[in-house]
């Protein structure tokens, strides 16, 4: 058996940044009240007519350098993403083309926010049994054309952003890399966030009265995603500690989904974790669902906060309700 572990990875924020200051021109909000309840200053948001692949094209590129590897190199393509650049076909085929990797595999998983550590562990399987050596799993979003951008949506839109990340995922006999991944759903919870519209059920799927109704804008009940996620986020990392025998002082690093600073906040209280071992960079990337774990590690690695040998966990929650898990050995 083999084991699965990061040999490369990028991530690309568009050029276009938001501050707060810029959202309360639009809406009745403020940069006090945003940096208070969700610890975000600015965000990135796409201009032009940009998809998540267009995102996930620089920041697999820096992957694939980092790894020494070339699109040739790749078996596989796996892309997580909640806001595919079309209906069908899925993103990752749109990437393969535009990269001009051979014609391998190329699969779209829609898991939202725990979406990358999801796609960890479908890479994972493909690698430990030697079907894959080297699969590429990228987590890309455009979120900014979902949100509604008046004072009406105020509390969803000023959380969400647009952004990428790719990682490499490579074969090895060493003891290092993967270590488990823990996954989770629960569909009761579907319509807190979600998306509604265009719907498959719906004939014609997409109407001007769907749109009058907001019905095709990202909807979300704050209040019900916070008490959830603050019960879910520590439940999956201890999960994640006991399946491979560490205590809270064994963990390095843990790189939680940029959710809000809050739930961050809430989660290394009750885990006892210091702050300092938890990478935030919410303040300035803002929530960019399934790219958050992977534009986070990325910059985490890029600064140094990240060295060999060390225990990392990350953790994920979101739209399913799901949440997720994985332990890796860097
Ligand atoms: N700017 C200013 N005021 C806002 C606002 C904004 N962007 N959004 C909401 N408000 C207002 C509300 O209208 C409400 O006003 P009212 O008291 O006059 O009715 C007031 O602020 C409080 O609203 P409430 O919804 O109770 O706020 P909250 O303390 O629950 O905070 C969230 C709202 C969204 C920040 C909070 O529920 C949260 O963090 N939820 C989790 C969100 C999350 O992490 N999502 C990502 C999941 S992957």
Known sequence: MYRAYISGIGHYLPENIVTNDDLAKIMDTSDEWI??????????YITGNQGPTDLAIPATKDALKMAGLTEDDIDLIIFATSTPDYYAPGSGCLLQEKMG???IGALDIRVQCPGFVYGLSIAEQYIKT???KHVLLVGAEVQSTALDMTTNGRDTAVIFA????AVILSATKE???ILSTHLHSEGKYAKELWVESPSSKV???ITPEIIDDGKHLLFMNGREVFKNAVRRFPEVIIEAMDANGLTIDDI?????HQANIRITEFVAKKLGMPMNKIISNIHRVGNTTAAS??????EAVSEGKIKKGQNIILAAFGSGFAWASAAIKW
């Open 252 to 256: 390095d690093v843990l790189v939680p």
């Open 101 to 103: 990797f051979n014609t």
């Open 162 to 165: 647009d952004g990428a990340g």
């Open 35 to 44: 940096v208070e309840r969700t610890g975000i200053k600015q965000r990135h």
């Open 203 to 205: 004939n014609p799927r």
């Open 175 to 177: 003891d290092k890399g």
């Open 130 to 132: 030697g079907t894959a």
């Open 293 to 298: 774990i992977p534009i986070a590690l990325s």
